[in-house]
Structures are given as C-alpha cells and as structure tokens.
Antibody, heavy 121, light 109 residues
Framework: EEQLVESGGGLVQPGRSLRLSCAAS????????MHWVRQAPGKGLEWVSG????????RYADSVKGRFTISRDDAKNSLYLQMSSLTFEDMALYYC??????????????WGQGTMVIVSS | EIILTQSPGTLSLSPGERATLSCKAS???????LAWYQQKPGQAPRLLIF???RRAFGIPDRFSGSGSGTDFTLTISRLEPEDFAVYYC??????????FGQGTKLEIK
C-alpha cells in the first residue's frame, strides 16, 4: 500500500527553525516528484514547495522563498522541508504529497495525514 | 500567478441530487493542468480529477470534470452521503507554481 507519513511538527517560537520529514512507502519514491502543501486552521490549501525526481527542479511559493528549503533522500525514501525564520503565518498543517510525474508538473495523487506546525511565543 | 475562484462558497443539496461546482481561472490554463480534490473533515485531500476531465484511480463515475480555458466544472451526478465535503480545484501550470481555489463546501440540505 502506498503511504506517506509526515513528522517533525510541533511548537516553535517566531523566528526559529523546524525541519519536517516525510517517509514514503509502497512505491518507488525516486521515480516521482514530491511536494509540501499546507493548510492553516480552518483555511484552504496552499502549495509550499515541490522537488523533481532527481532534485533537478525545485520550486517554492513566494510566501516561503528564501526561508524554506525542500530536499529529498531517495536512498531513505524521504522528503524534507527545512523551515527557518518562522512567522505566525506559517502555522498550519503541513502535508506531504506525491506528484503523478517525475518532474513537478502533475496533480497530487497521494497525500499524507499531515504534521502540525504551531508558531507561538 | 494564476488565481482560481470557486463558486459557490457553500452548496446545500440533498442526497440523490446533482451537484455542479465551478472553478474560474484568472487567465487561460492548459486543460491538462487542472485538478479537483475532495477533503473531508480531519482527513487529507484526495485527488478526484486531473487533466480537467480524467478520473483518478478508484474514483466513482458519478464524478466528472469538464471545461477549458478559464472555466472548469466538477459535476457529481447523484450525490451519495459520503460526497458531502469540501472540494478544491488546483492548477499546476508548469512555469512557476501551483495554486488552489478557496474551496466549495458541499453540505447536506
């Protein structure tokens, strides 16, 4: 069974950093692009970042560019999101999602259950 | 950035009725780069439609997508109790980024 499991969320102060992880199983992780999507409490979905199958293509939403870094380790079937200079606006449930394609150019056909990031002083 | 506007914000219908959800883009998008997702409370989104009209694996045929250019529609032919949820459209333009609509809540009347 294909599965994505996020971890690493928690309570963090404004200005600090946090690293999220996503463990994939049930499919050939290295063959697909991957994404992070977030959802603030009671709000809609916001795409955060995407990375291609060999890390050759990396994209970020303007709202996180320069503060967040996406990466992947295909040997560990894992996706990461390094978040720095966190603000209250970054507080959300962060989902890991699998792209339909090698490059980040498809729809998201598998989602994890999310990991919550709470930004509070 | 392409902005997607979904309407209505909330749609109240009864089981067995037909649901029509709209997604309008601020500029033309290539049809194969439009998707629809369903999200139930406390759950992750689920892909329903990609390429504007192609059903994802395991999605019942009562769900259908249509449209082109700037106007796209998700239709649920006969509502089942499990279909009441929030629906999002998404464009995945290859140039820079992805955007979601603000969502349509489909509630039981």
């Amino acid at each position: 069974e294909e599965q994505l499991v996020e971890s690493g969320g928690g309570l963090v102060q404004p200005g600090r950093s946090l690293r999220l992880s996503c463990a994939a199983s049930g499919f050939i992780f290295g063959d697909y692009a991957m994404h992070w999507v977030r959802q603030a409490p009671g709000k809609g979905l916001e795409w955060v970042s995407g990375i291609g199958w060999n890390s050759s293509i990396i994209r970020y939403a303007d709202s996180v560019k320069g503060r967040f870094t996406i990466s992947r380790d295909d040997a560990k079937n894992s996706l990461y999101l390094q978040m720095s200079s966190l603000t209250f606006e970054d507080m959300a449930l962060y989902y890991c999602a699998k792209d339909q394609w090698l490059a980040p150019k498809g729809a998201f056909d598998l989602w994890g259950q999310g990991t919550m990031v709470i930004v509070s002083s | 950035e392409i902005i997607l506007t979904q309407s209505p914000g909330t749609l109240s219908l009864s089981p067995g009725e037909r649901a029509t959800l709209s997604c309008k883009a601020s500029q033309n998008i290539v049809s194969r780069f439009l998707a629809w997702y369903q999200q139930k409370p406390g759950q992750a989104p689920r892909l329903l439609i990609f390429g504007a009209s192609r059903r994802a694996f395991g999605i019942p045929d009562r769900f259908s997508g249509s449209g082109s250019g700037t106007d796209f529609t998700l239709t649920i032919s006969r509502l089942e109790p499990e279909d009441f949820a929030v629906y999002y459209c998404q464009q995945y333009d290859t140039s820079t980024s992805y955007t979601f609509g603000q969502g349509t809540k489909l509630e039981i009347k």
